[in-house]
C-alpha cells in the first residue's frame, strides 16, 4: 500500500515558478515510477512528466524546457518544478505511483492557478 500527499500548488502570475512535492508512504517508494498528471476543468486529465525507479525522464511537449522531475528515494518524495508558467497550465496536479505488477495509486491533487 502506498499513499501519496501533494503540496506545493497555488496561485502565481505568469511566468512565475512553482514546486510541486509528493510525500509518498510505504517501504517500496523506489522500486515505483512516479508520474506528475494534471486536469484542468473540462479536459481529460494528461501526463506531464513520469520518472522511473531508475530515473530516466519523459515530459509532455507543452512542458519541455520548462518542468523538471525528480525523485528522492531516501525522502521518498517526487518533485515537479515548474518555471515560466503560462495560463494554460492551470490545473489540478496529481502525482501516481506506477508498477507493472503492483497496483498503481494516486495522490489526491494539489491547484495550481496560473493568473496575473
Known amino acids: 500500500q502506498v499513499q501519496l500527499v501533494e503540496s506545493g500548488g497555488g496561485l502565481v502570475q505568469p511566468g512565475g515558478s512553482l514546486r510541486l512535492s509528493c510525500a509518498a508512504s510505504g517501504s517500496l517508494f523506489s522500486i515505483y515510477a512516479m508520474g506528475w498528471y494534471r486536469q484542468a476543468p473540462g479536459k481529460q486529465r494528461e501526463l506531464v512528466a513520469r520518472?522511473?525507479?531508475?530515473?530516466?525522464?519523459n515530459y509532455a511537449d507543452s512542458v519541455k524546457g520548462r518542468f523538471t522531475i525528480s525523485r528522492d528515494n531516501a525522502k521518498k518524495t517526487v518533485y515537479l518544478q515548474m518555471n515560466s508558467l503560462k495560463p494554460e497550465d492551470t490545473a489540478v496536479y496529481y502525482c501516481?505511483?506506477?508498477?507493472?505488477?503492483?497496483?498503481?495509486?494516486w495522490g489526491q491533487g494539489t491547484q495550481v492557478t496560473v493568473s496575473s
Open positions: 501516481r505511483a506506477e508498477h507493472p505488477v503492483f497496483d498503481d495509486y
Open positions: 520518472i522511473t525507479s531508475g530515473g530516466s525522464t
